[in-house]
């Protein structure tokens, strides 16, 4: 870990509902989904800062916070149970000044402004809590110091075919932010921005208060603050970064972030000790792997049993393959148990889930659309929620949805088409 800075605070974003992760979402924060095995997805953001040597963090929340509130605690973990300084998680109250949910990105750090007030740093770091990445933020905020930047972006370039997904940055020469685009229909560049955001404080705090009593913004950091402060005549500068960063926000992106850790050398070094990505574990058993168990280019994590075969996947914690079982290309989470002689392809199982034996789960070649979440599972992956109990011999083909705390005789029938959901009544 780096030397703590006193120049910038930071606040991290992790209280947003994000309907495109289906299931998974539905009775959790995105920022605490598992990921790699043992981690959880704000593990990457906190690590970054710690390693940074940022320690004084706000920690928004608002959508289902409890899994998140417990797995950061008092931030021991991540050296950060101080007394002064540390992590503080905030999650709104009545009494601030509107009371009630946060209605934007930029409405959450509002909410929390006489807190702003109260810091000493002439600097505010703005970070989103689910992406998956390693970042030097200090070197940002040199960049940012250096020019003499009202506010900086950082920015990373994409393929120009999916640059609509994005809020789009053109700049100057000089590497001036001259236009910010929120998903823009024909994109002007390939610089995307990622959400990460430093301004000088006192700017923000009149930016924020402005944008505050307009009725007709979203209160958006992309879509109201930047080109609110690009119209005031605020330098505004772009920061390039060069390495991997990744949006989990949807099922798919979710999967190919986990596939993107099997490659060869991996996109994202989880294994680099001068940059380590720190979390709460649990107290586990070492993973125990048979002699009839197989497997190829997969993460395997402590606590797992494995006696099938596992190709290409990412087991979490406490998940038990038994024999004839064979997982390929799926996200197994904590404590699931695959049962004998099934077999998942393109799947991604919530924790605690019991797939009954001899089941087919992701089988075929048909790839219809899910008929109740179109937007959500359309790319061949079926997911299952957390402890949903499947019953022996059931056959479900792609882009399924099972729902939660399902038992084997809420399934009327052991065979759901592709495209077709199952949940509890």
Wanted: aromatic share 6%.
């Amino acid at each position: 870990m780096s030397k703590p800075n006193s120049e910038v605070m930071a606040i991290i974003l992790a209280g947003g509902k994000s309907e495109r992760l289906s299931v998974f979402t539905e009775k959790s924060a995105l920022p605490s989904l598992p990921f790699a095995g043992k981690f959880r997805i704000i593990d990457f953001t906190l690590s970054n800062c710690v390693n940074s040597g940022l320690d004084d963090i706000m920690l928004l929340t608002q959508y289902r916070p409890l899994s998140l509130n417990e797995h950061i605690g008092n931030g021991k973990p991540w050296d950060l149970d101080r007394q002064h300084g540390g992590v503080r998680i905030v999650s709104p109250y009545l009494g601030r000044k509107e009371g009630g949910w946060d209605k934007g990105t930029a409405d959450a750090v509002y909410q929390n402004i006489e807190e702003l007030l109260e810091e000493n740093s002439d600097n505010v770091l703005i970070l989103a809590g689910d992406h998956i990445y390693k970042m030097d933020y200090s070197k940002m905020l040199n960049f940012h110091l250096e020019n003499k930047a009202d506010a900086t972006i950082a920015v990373i370039e994409v393929p120009a075919e999916s640059a609509s997904r994005y809020g789009i940055i053109s700049v100057n020469k000089k590497g001036e932010v001259e236009d910010f685009e929120e998903k823009p229909r024909r994109p002007r560049s390939n610089l995307a921005s990622m959400g990460i955001y430093i301004f000088n404080k006192e700017v923000l705090i009149s930016v924020l208060n402005r944008d505050a009593g307009d009725p007709n913004s979203q209160h958006d950091f992309g879509r109201n603050i930047i080109p609110l402060m690009l119209d005031n005549g605020n330098r505004v500068m772009a920061y390039a970064f060069k390495d991997y960063w990744r949006d989990v926000g949807t099922v798919q992106s979710y999967w190919e972030a986990h596939m993107e850790l099997l490659e060869s050398p991996p996109r994202l070094d989880l294994y680099e000790r001068d940059w380590v990505i720190y979390t709460r574990s649990q107290e586990r058993p070492p993973a125990i792997v048979s002699s009839k168990a197989h497997l190829e280019r997969s993460l395997i994590s402590h606590g797992c049993q494995v006696r099938g075969t596992v190709i290409h996947s990412v087991l979490s914690p406490g998940v038990i393959v038994e024999e004839g079982a064979v997982v390929r290309d799926s996200v197994i989470m904590g404590d699931a148990v695959i049962g004998k002689n099934s077999v998942l392809d393109h799947v991604i199982v919530d924790s605690e889930a019991v797939i009954g034996a001899n089941s087919l789960i992701g089988y075929g070649e048909d790839n219809t659309q899910n008929k109740l979440e179109p937007r959500n599972l359309h790319t061949g992956i079926t997911v299952i929620g957390s402890r949903a109990h499947l019953p022996e011999g059931v056959k479900i083909g792609r882009n399924c949805k099972v729902g939660h705390d399902l038992r084997p005789e809420n399934f009327g029938q052991l065979e759901l088409p592709s495209g077709g959901t199952i949940e509890a009544r």
